[in-house]
Structure formats: C-alpha cells, structure tokens
C-alpha cells in the first residue's frame, strides 16, 4: 500500500479525479431520465454477449459480435438527445460568459401572476430562458419585448387573448413572446396523466436549459420543469427559492 502510494503522482490524482467529476455528471444527467432503461437494456445485451461466448452459443455470439462492434455508433443514435442536452449544458456554464439572472422583482412579478392565475385555475405556461436560446420558438409566436408585470403576464394567458394558447418566452427581465409552440417530449415514462402543457415543458426542457412554470386549469396547481424533470404542486415560496438559485447560479 505505502509503496503504491509512493509511486502515485499528481497527475494519477488529477487523472482519477477528472474522471471520478466526468462519471458523476453522467450520472446526474441521465438520472431520471429514459436513458436509464436504454443503458440497462445495452448492459443486458452485453451480459448475453459474454454468456454466448461462455456457453459457445455460436450464431447468437455472431449476431451480438456485429452488432457491438459498432458500440459508438449504436450509443450515438441511441443517446443522441442527451449528447445534445449535455454538451449544451456544458457550452453553458458561466466561465462562456452567460446572461445575467432575473432580478428579484421581475421574478416577484412572475411568482405573483403564477399564483394568481393557478388560483383563478387559469392554464398557462411560462418558459424563463437561460443561456441557451429559444429563437425557433420565438419567431413562431407573438414577439412583445415587453416589461415583466404581474398584470401583463394574466391577461396574456386569460381566455378571451387571443395569445393565450401557447407558451410566454421571458429573458433577461423582458417578456419576449407569447403564443409560442414548444415540442412535446417522446419519453414514453412520463406519466399520461399530464396533459399538453405539462409535456410541452418537459419536452422544451430535455432539449435547453429552460426552466418552466406550468399552471394546471384542471387542479390551479403549479409546477415547476427543469433537465425533462418536473416538480408538481410547488407553493409559492419554493418556486421563489429554486427559480432564484437556478436563473442566478
């Protein structure tokens, strides 16, 4: 032992310490997530491969043998959504220079217009951009560049405007537009009690850093959607704490 640590150098330290930080972001990025099913379902075939061999099962050992020898490719097309969602959330971290958070009263305006329009069991659906950007959705919808206001956020999502059905897009304390059409998620987990709107969150935010709040006209309750995961039936106080911590990490 003491010899093995004798002839063990800074760079073995920083070595295992790197891989030890890689292994772990991997893991908290796919928990959760339907990559979970899909590496387990590579591990059972991989698991198969080896028993073929063990037993001399001799075709299905070809079979699996061609098949996992284009391993990379196979994870490629697999894993392509969370290859994309992770080198985007590394392109985003602060030292490439990302946008500043929201102040403390925009987002006191936001919570505010949440909680009233869940208590008027109004659905809405609001998107709060971070460094990755939401143009293709933005040019879809009604662009306003607009001062962030409780009252200007309910009277979007009221029935009556003709902008309520869609998504408001919110970046850097102005209201960029609403009426916006965000991609449904395909993860076949996601329970099927949620209806568009929940899944049109889900699904805008396993492709970006988005956080998005969902009112539900069925229950007036709030959510909260981040990293394709979502949180039901957060007070106000708790969407105040997370949304604030996330927006200016």
Same mark, same amino acid.
Request: a negative charge; aromatic letters at 6%.
């Given at each position: 032992m003491l010899d093995l640590l004798s002839t063990l150098r800074i760079q073995d330290v920083i070595d295992i310490g790197i891989i030890a930080f890689l292994i772990y972001r991997i893991i908290d990025l796919i928990r959760g997530t $339907? %990559?979970? #099913?899909? @590496?387990?379902g590579l591990a059972v075939l991989f698991l198969t491969y080896l028993s073929s061999q063990y037993f001399d099962l001799y075709t299905l050992n070809w079979i699996l043998d061609n098949f996992l020898s284009s391993i990379l490719l196979v994870i490629v097309v697999i894993f392509q959504d969370d290859i994309r969602r992770a080198l985007t959330q590394v392109g985003s971290r602060p030292f490439f220079g990302g946008a500043p958070g929201i102040q403390g009263q925009d987002l006191e305006e936001i919570i505010r217009a949440a909680v009233s329009l869940a208590s008027k069991r109004?659905?809405?659906?609001?998107? =709060? #951009?971070? !460094?990755?950007g @939401?143009? #293709?959705?933005? !040019?879809?919808g009604t662009q306003l560049d607009a001062r962030v206001s409780k009252e200007l956020i309910t009277s979007i999502f009221l029935p009556p405007s003709p902008i309520h059905d869609g998504a408001l897009i919110i970046h850097q304390g102005r209201i960029i %537009?609403?009426?916006?059409?965000?991609? @449904?998620?395909t993860n076949p987990h996601v329970s099927k009690t949620l209806g568009t709107r929940h899944r049109a969150a889900i699904g805008l935010t396993e492709e970006t850093d988005a956080i998005v709040v969902v009112i539900s006209e069925e229950e007036g309750a709030i959510s909260m959607v981040r990293e394709g995961r979502i949180t039901r039936d957060v007070d106000a106080g708790t =969407? $105040? *704490? *997370?949304?604030q911590r996330l927006l200016n990490a």
């Amino acid at each position: 032992m003491l010899d093995l640590l004798s002839t063990l150098r800074i760079q073995d330290v920083i070595d295992i310490g790197i891989i030890a930080f890689l292994i772990y972001r991997i893991i908290d990025l796919i928990r959760g997530t $339907r %990559a979970v #099913q899909m @590496l387990i379902g590579l591990a059972v075939l991989f698991l198969t491969y080896l028993s073929s061999q063990y037993f001399d099962l001799y075709t299905l050992n070809w079979i699996l043998d061609n098949f996992l020898s284009s391993i990379l490719l196979v994870i490629v097309v697999i894993f392509q959504d969370d290859i994309r969602r992770a080198l985007t959330q590394v392109g985003s971290r602060p030292f490439f220079g990302g946008a500043p958070g929201i102040q403390g009263q925009d987002l006191e305006e936001i919570i505010r217009a949440a909680v009233s329009l869940a208590s008027k069991r109004i659905g809405a659906l609001i998107v =709060l #951009q971070r !460094e990755v950007g @939401l143009n #293709q959705y933005i !040019e879809v919808g009604t662009q306003l560049d607009a001062r962030v206001s409780k009252e200007l956020i309910t009277s979007i999502f009221l029935p009556p405007s003709p902008i309520h059905d869609g998504a408001l897009i919110i970046h850097q304390g102005r209201i960029i %537009a609403a009426g916006c059409f965000l991609p @449904l998620t395909t993860n076949p987990h996601v329970s099927k009690t949620l209806g568009t709107r929940h899944r049109a969150a889900i699904g805008l935010t396993e492709e970006t850093d988005a956080i998005v709040v969902v009112i539900s006209e069925e229950e007036g309750a709030i959510s909260m959607v981040r990293e394709g995961r979502i949180t039901r039936d957060v007070d106000a106080g708790t =969407l $105040r *704490t *997370t949304v604030q911590r996330l927006l200016n990490a």
